[in-house]
């Protein structure tokens, strides 16, 4: 096993952790460990495919980097707005 592989195996793991926590309700999408976990299995897998080039998974996980960070910024916009 490669370290990309490696690498990119951890990246599934911060994805699908930060999965079951929020089905399983021990933490929410608003919480910052959440939006954590997302983009470091994001920057993983795409270390990952920039080795073990498949261009169908590396649009996905692009896409899903910057969702994440859309997202998180969004919410925090407007927490700030509410004043908390």
Not at 72 to 83: H, I, K, N, P
């Amino acid at each position: 096993m490669t370290l990309p592989d490696i690498v990119g195996l951890i990246g599934a793991v911060f994805y699908l952790t930060a999965y079951a926590l929020l089905q399983l309700r021990v933490l929410a999408v608003e919480d910052s460990r959440t939006t954590l976990l997302n983009v470091l299995g994001g920057i993983c897998l795409i270390y990952s495919l920039s080795c073990n080039f498949n261009l169908g998974s590396l649009v996905t996980q692009i896409a899903w980097l910057v969702f994440t960070i859309i997202g998180y910024v969004r919410f925090r916009m407007a927490r700030t707005r509410m004043g908390g």
